[in-house]
């Protein structure tokens, strides 16, 4: 009742000035004649929006704010403006009067606030989506709709961000970004003049990039961090690539190769950056897996920590009690370290998805599992080790799409280490003092099985890891090491650990030199197989590690490198 009677007041003639929502209406029609003073009455209703925090912003309707109304026919359009009939609140009545035609439907957009430099000409709204940012949102709340602008019974607009927010995910590491580059992989524009039809919302942009050059280089050293990016809602064929530049030079990047429509007023969220120039480590001790930067563990992991996960979690997904759900003995980075293949000397093994911890496959057959691979066409070699079980001292096979049940199983004592190598299209496992070699046989048919091709003996037995060097080179290790040729099949003992009897993992990079091992020679922590000390050297035939990260809390079993 009392919109009624402001409305009954204002229609008498009270005319409004400018101010800082903005309304477009569209093409009117070439008779001029019937084009006359109108007042209609608008509801306009502001809706949160994503902000530069990740979080969301909730606008209302304040005693200074005003409406503008763009009439647009030909060229400029009109400008008439009017101030909230409600403040205070999300919601409110506004009346504008504009010449029009009270007999015909237009099209009509809405936006805010008063600074956005929005215009409406020939039968769409025109906007500015920056191709050049600084890592801040500037709100431009937009909405259309077909109203005829004599009606009494007025209209309602809900008005959302003009753009779509992208979030730019970096994890916590020691490593600050400066610059962000995003383009669209099957080439749309994202950016620049952004058109939006105001008959069917179509929208079409004019510039391919967007670089976000930050003010000051945003840390990661504590926490995860984002980089909001205002995008054009528009739709990208193939997904999109960003590019991020650190301090010091260097570039990696995020992206995403699948189709993906970008929707005003929503948000789009990347998968986790980190930089390259990081060394990411994951062990798994216990219960539980952690991901750490290396450049950020002082004596101890605790304040290096980027992931985890409790592999009690899973404990319904198993069928197992929780208590079982430990004694992680391997977390193998697998498919471009988007996923991680575990296993449990508590007879399981999982593949776990790392960005939504999801478990994409599972069993529970492997007794004292030890390792596992992934292999072509989905499928999962998992190494179970020594028992008197039936199935204890095998390599078994597994299709993702059908956890618990094994495909195949062959004989390998103390079978401890799988890696599939890609350029000789082969299956190499360790157990015992035996490497032995597998060709996949019936790959493409329901019932796929491995083929011994060789069995090599090693220069010593007690083997607890096997690791891939490059697509030529393996490294052997549990009692001593060895770099394994495999075109010459000659052992290359590294003499750092002349010593050991108990290397539970060790991971080589040709390149450099360096490694990061785990050594339960002289075992740490409450079991005889576990160490509590991550060990970092850069020369194989040395004498002593020359760093070390203490994980005091954790029966550690194998140390990963995330990559090189």
């Known amino acids: 009742m009392i919109y009624q009677s402001i409305l009954e007041n204002l229609r008498r003639g009270m005319l409004l000035g400018i101010g800082a929502l903005t309304l477009a209406a569209g093409c009117s029609d070439d008779d001029t004649s019937s084009v006359r003073p109108q007042a209609s009455t608008i509801t306009l209703s502001l809706n949160r929006y994503y902000n530069e925090s990740g979080a969301t912003t909730l606008p209302t309707w304040q005693a200074g704010d005003r409406a503008t109304l763009l009439v647009a026919s030909r060229g400029e359009g009109q400008k008439v403006s009017a101030a909230p009939l409600l403040t205070g609140s999300q919601q409110s009545l506004f009346l504008f009067t504009f010449d029009a035609r009270a007999d015909r439907e237009s099209s009509i957009a809405a936006y805010y606030p008063e600074t956005a430099a929005l215009t409406c000409a020939d039968g769409a709204v025109e906007g500015e989506v920056p191709v050049l940012q600084n890592g801040r949102i500037e ?93 054009a809602p528009v739709a990208l064929s193939a997904g999109y690539t960003v590019t991020l530049t650190d301090t010091e030079g260097g570039t990696f990047t995020v992206g995403s190769e699948e189709p993906a429509t970008l929707v005003a007023g929503e948000k ?3 998968d986790d950056a980190r930089s390259s120039a990081i060394t990411e480590l994951i062990f798994c001790g216990d219960n539980m897996v952690y991901m750490i930067d290396a450049g950020l563990a002082k004596e101890t992991y605790q304040n290096a920590v980027t992931w985890s996960w409790d592999a009690k979690s899973i404990a319904s997904t198993l069928g197992l009690d929780a208590s079982r759900c430990s004694h992680l003995d391997d977390c193998k980075p697998v498919d471009n370290g988007k996923k991680l293949l575990l296993t449990s000397s508590y007879n399981w093994s999982v593949l776990l998805d790392i960005a939504t911890k999801q478990v994409l496959f599972h069993t529970v057959q492997c007794p004292n599992a030890h390792s596992a691979e992934l292999l072509p066409d989905n499928r999962i070699a998992v190494a179970c080790s020594s028992g008197s079980g039936a199935n204890n001292n095998k390599v078994q096979l597994y299709d993702i799409t059908s956890p618990n049940k094994v495909l195949f199983q062959t004989e390998l004592n103390s079978a401890h280490g799988v890696v599939w190598n890609q350029t000789a299209q082969r299956l190499y496992a360790v157990g ?47 009692n001593r090491a060895y770099l394994y040729d495999i075109g010459s099949g000659v052992f290359t003992e590294m003499k750092l650990f002349a010593a050991s009897t108990a290397i539970k993992s060790l991971n080589y990079n040709d390149e450099t030199g360096e490694m990061w091992y785990t050594d339960a020679t002289v075992p740490e922590g409450s079991q005889s197989w576990s160490s509590q000390t991550i060990r970092y050297a850069t020369d194989m035939n040395g004498s002593a590690a020359t760093r070390t990260i203490r994980v005091p809390d954790q029966d550690m079993y194998k140390v990963r490198v995330m990559s090189w």
């Open 139 to 231: 709100p431009c709340l937009f909405g259309r709709a077909t109203y005829r602008a004599a009606s009494y019974e007025g209209c309602k607009i809900d008005l959302r961000q003009f753009f779509c927010t992208m979030y730019i995910s970096l994890r916590k590491g020691n490593y600050s970004v400066t610059k962000a580059e995003v383009t669209a992989n099957g080439g749309e524009a994202i950016a620049g003049k952004v058109r939006v039809d105001l008959a069917d919302g179509s929208v079409t942009a004019s510039e391919r990039t967007i670089t976000v050059n930050l003010p000051q280089p945003l840390s990661c050293t504590d926490e995860a961090k984002i980089i909001p990016v205002m995008i």
């Open 268 to 270: 789009i969220e990347t």
């Open 432 to 478: 015992g003092q035996s490497l032995l070699i597998y060709k996949l046989k019936n790959w493409d048919s329901a019932e796929p099985s491995l083929e011994l091709e060789k069995t090599v003996r090693t220069p010593q037995g007690g083997l607890h890891d096997l690791t891939a060097v490059n697509s030529n080179t393996l490294c052997v290790a549990g």
